[in-house]
C-alpha cells in the first residue's frame, strides 16, 4: 500500500461538480419558500448557478430544516440542482445517470447503467433513479418529469460535505 493511497478522500457526488456547494450561502441568494409544520420549519433558499453544471443544472436551491426541539442539533440540508433555464435533451440526463451509477453503482431497484427502460421513461418524462448512500446517511435522487424538467436531489448534504473536511456555513 502506498503512502499516498491512505490520503485519498472518499468519492463523492459533490465531486461531480465545479461550483463548491459549500459555498452557496456566500454571494446573492434569496428565500423562495417556507414552511412550517408542528415540528420543524423548512426555508428554501435559492441561487442561480455561475456557469450549468453537467451540462444541465443552472439552478440551485438548499432546504434547511430546522427542529423546533432541538435547536442547537445540526440541521438537516437537503440540495436540489434544477434545469430551469436549461434545455435538457436525453443525452444530457443519460450523462448525468451514468456519472452517478460510477460513483454509486446500481440504484435502489437494482438498475445499472443507463437502458432501454431508461429511454422509454424519459420520453415519457417519467424518470426517476434513487440512490441510498452509506446506509441511509444521504440519498441521490434524479428525475425528469413535467413538474420540474431535470432534477438532481442530495437529502442530507450535510451528512456527505462532514466527509470533506469542509463545513457548510449557514448564516
Do not use: C
Request: charged residues 35%; hydrophobic residues 35%.
Amino acid at each position: 500500500m502506498d503512502l499516498f493511497d491512505s490520503e485519498k478522500k472518499e468519492k463523492t457526488i459533490l465531486g461531480l461538480f465545479t461550483y463548491d456547494l459549500t459555498t452557496f450561502f456566500y454571494g446573492d441568494y434569496e428565500e423562495v419558500d417556507s414552511k412550517e409544520t408542528e415540528e420543524t420549519f423548512m426555508i428554501v433558499y435559492e441561487k442561480k448557478l455561475p456557469w450549468t453544471e453537467l451540462n444541465a443544472f443552472d439552478t440551485v436551491q438548499f432546504r434547511v430544516f430546522f427542529d423546533k426541539h432541538n435547536i442547537t442539533g445540526s440541521n438537516p440540508i437537503n440540495v436540489k440542482l434544477l434545469a430551469k433555464d436549461t434545455i435538457v435533451d436525453i443525452d444530457n440526463v443519460k450523462s448525468v445517470v451514468e456519472q452517478v451509477f460510477e460513483l454509486y453503482g446500481k440504484d435502489d431497484e437494482e438498475k445499472g447503467e443507463w437502458s432501454n427502460q431508461d429511454k422509454i421513461d424519459f420520453l415519457r418524462k417519467n424518470l426517476k433513479r434513487i440512490w441510498t448512500i452509506e446506509k441511509g446517511e444521504s440519498f441521490v435522487t434524479l428525475y425528469y418529469n413535467d413538474d420540474e424538467n431535470f432534477v438532481l436531489n442530495i437529502l442530507f448534504i450535510n451528512n456527505l460535505i462532514k466527509h470533506t473536511g469542509k463545513y457548510l456555513d449557514l448564516k
